[in-house]
């Protein structure tokens, strides 16, 4: 069973109230971008095992979107943060790290 | 003017844990920015309340505010105040961003009361009732069986839930049937 806290209502939502969406810190491609870009945009996602930045939505509870640190494999969560976000904040990393000290996020690496 | 009734028009299962609805009860959905003065004193005025903290309700015995999310009130009142307040409060909100709108025909209010209480919903719903835990003076929205439901907790240990309109058949059912089967020993 996965536990998220949601990070608006403070609530361990288990994962029955949640409605996943996919990945998290998505750019959106925009007017005057390539092909390769808007494609990149729509359909080039990760599919990683191991640790997942992911938009997660409280649908049954508070009802808003937040953004949650996982591990694909072992469901280990490190943490939850708004999404209003563009990029994991440092709490998170810290936590991910104490785990996987070489793991780095596509948009640092 | 037509004859309002509520869903289940004040159906109530009794027993060591009685289940009622509430019939008809005023609902109404404010949305709105908590931060923003005008918002919180309309608020303050309409209701004599202040905007409750997170997951938390206020009430006064009438009136009773209740948190649905960082940017959602529900205000439940007595039926026959809602188009005043509504009114009161389009007034109150004039020129701000928010959103005030009559809720009380689209959703069914229970009380959920008795012994075990507490275990009948926690047979039901993904949530820690643990009486620590759950405390008076709390809400939570989540689910009842398959359905979003909300559900709060009074002084005297009775909650209240509630649910779509549409749904309040199978709330009742699920609910009342989750009674009739006893306790089962966990809160």
Known sequence: MLLLQCPYCGVNAEETELAAGGEAHLKRATVGDSDEAFEGYLFMRENKKGVHLERWRHAYGCGKWFLAARDTATLEVFGTYPAQTTEPPADVTENIRAKYPDWSWKETA | ?187
């Not at chain 2, 923003?36 to 309340?49: K, M, P, W």
Request: net charge negative; proline share 3%; charged share 15%.
């Open chain 2, 1 to 187: 003017m037509s004859n309002a009734v509520s869903a289940l028009n004040g159906k109530t299962a009794t027993g060591p844990v009685t289940v009622q609805e509430l019939g008809l009860t005023g609902m109404v959905t404010l949305r709105g920015d908590f931060e923003d003065e005008g918002f919180a004193a309309a608020v303050t005025q309409l209701t004599g309340l202040q905007i409750p903290d997170v997951r938390q309700f206020q009430t006064d015995g009438v009136k009773t505010v209740l948190w649905m999310s960082p940017d959602e009130l529900l205000v439940v009142l007595p039926y026959t105040e809602v188009n005043a307040f509504v009114t009161a409060m389009n007034d109150a909100l004039a020129g701000s961003h928010y959103l005030v709108a009559n809720v009380s025909d689209a959703r069914a209010i229970f009380s959920v009361s008795g012994e075990f209480a507490t275990e009948v919903l926690g047979k039901n719903a993904p949530v820690d009732f643990e009486a620590s835990q759950f405390v008076a003076g709390m809400v939570r929205r989540s689910r009842v069986g398959q359905v979003a439901a909300a559900y709060w907790k009074l002084d005297d240990g009775s909650f209240r839930v509630v649910c779509f309109r549409s749904v309040a058949e199978y709330v009742f059912g699920l609910i009342a049937t989750s009674a009739t089967a006893g306790p089962v020993g966990v809160y």
